[in-house]
Antibody, heavy 122, light 105 residues
Framework: QVQLVESGGGVVQPGRSLRLSCAAS????????IHWVRQAPGKGLDWVAV????????NYADSVKGRFTISRDNSKNTVYLQMNSLRDEDTAVYYC???????????????WGKGTTVTVSS | IQLTQSPSSLSASVGDRVTITCRAS??????LAWYQQKPGRAPQLLIY???TLQSGVPSRFSGGGAGTDFTLTISSLQPEDFATYYC?????????FGGGTKVEV
């Protein structure tokens, strides 16, 4: 079935790095943009970044620009989120989500993973 | 663009008609989606383009509105509908979400 599975979360000290992965299955991965959305404990949803279906375009929220990098490997059906210079306020559950449309970025997300938890704490 | 949802929470019973409102700080045409999230679960897309029902979503969910004012209506609340609902705009970058509306028993 159509599925996204996140991994790579954990506890990390402020200023350190972490890389999240989002593995896809059950659909033509190379046709869809993939987003990262996060949710701090007890809070709402916060869009983080998106990468186009072919990897040629990336966009970021201002809060993570210059610190986070999104990338993808279509041969492995996987998207990555490299998170550097982590801050306390990056603590959240990180979800990856599939863009609704093919071969474009529309920002509606129709398939979501179950999330991976990132805790930034000294 | 800021999205303000009201109410922030509501109490309802099975069978009730429930309406949630989302107001945008500026016009967003019909570029609005609604998501449902249950505790400990990922969000689920219910409606996009303000009123288009996502495949597989029950027809008791409906969306309306355009410009700055939008609604999500559940025509007859079912036990599995108790959850938090978020609106999202994609008209202007970056995409933003409303603060959520928790529907409780």
């Amino acid at each position: 079935q159509v599925q996204l599975v996140e991994s790579g979360g954990g506890v990390v000290q402020p200023g350190r790095s972490l890389r999240l992965s989002c593995a896809a299955s059950g659909f033509t991965f190379s046709m869809h943009a993939i987003h990262w959305v996060r949710q701090a404990p007890g809070k709402g949803l916060d869009w983080v970044a998106v990468i186009s279906h072919d990897g040629n375009s990336q966009n970021y929220a201002d809060s993570v620009k210059g610190r986070f990098t999104i990338s993808r490997d279509n041969s492995k059906n996987t998207v990555y989120l490299q998170m550097n210079s982590l801050r306390d306020e990056d603590t959240a559950v990180y979800y990856c989500g599939r863009d609704l449309v093919h071969s474009n970025i529309f920002y509606y997300m129709d398939v979501w993973g179950k999330g991976t938890t990132v805790t930034v704490s000294s | 663009i800021q999205l303000t949802q009201s109410p922030s929470s509501l109490s309802a019973s099975v069978g009730d008609r429930v309406t949630i409102t989302c107001r945008a700080s500026q016009g967003i045409s019909s570029y609005l989606a609604w998501y449902q999230q249950k505790p400990g679960r990922a969000p689920q897309l219910l409606i996009y383009a303000a009123s288009t029902l996502q495949s597989g979503v029950p027809s008791r969910f409906s969306g309306g509105g355009a410009g700055t004012d939008f609604t999500l209506t559940i025509s007859s609340l079912q036990p599995e509908d108790f959850a938090t609902y978020y609106c999202q705009q994609i008209n202007s970058y970056p995409p933003t979400f409303g603060g959520g509306t928790k529907v409780e028993v």
